[in-house]
């Protein structure tokens, strides 16, 4: 049975920072596009962070230089490390993993046909 199971999360004041961890199982991330959305109340769920399984990472404008995605390969876990958190980063973050995917840009934008979704983290930031 293929599981993405998610921690972290939480609250932070702006300019702080959070990590999240998703740890798969049944499915081995490296070979697999792993990556990061999150979807705030009245919105459409957003790509936030994507990598893929020959190493590209592609990232949201509205993160870049802030947040940091990475794996480690041996825990089976996908990191998303997020600096200098906004009020505008409220959201509830969604971890996604899918082999079918060829590009990591379509990754982020077209996500309806990700095969594997986290259980969701609520992160709050306070102005």
């Known amino acids: 049975d293929m599981q993405v199971l998610m921690s972290g999360g939480g609250s932070a004041q702006a300019g702080g920072s959070l990590r999240l961890s998703c740890r798969a199982s049944?499915?081995?991330?490296?070979?697999?596009?792993m990556g990061w959305f999150r979807e705030a109340p009245g919105k459409e769920r957003e790509g936030v962070a994507v990598?893929?399984?020959?190493?590209?990472?592609t990232y949201a404008d509205s993160v870049k230089g802030r947040f940091t995605i990475s794996q480690d390969t041996v825990k089976n876990t996908l990191y998303l490390q997020m600096n200098d958190l906004k009020p505008e980063d409220t959201a509830m973050y969604y971890c996604?993993?899918?082999?079918?995917?060829?590009?990591?840009?379509?990754?982020?934008?077209?996500?309806?046909?990700?095969?594997?979704w986290g259980q969701g983290t609520q992160v709050t930031v306070a102005s």
């Open positions: 990598f893929s399984n020959d190493g590209t990472i």
């Open positions: 996604a993993a899918d082999d079918l995917y060829g590009d990591t840009l379509y990754f982020l934008q077209a996500p309806a046909k990700i095969q594997h």
């Open positions: 049944g499915l081995t991330i490296s070979s697999y596009y």
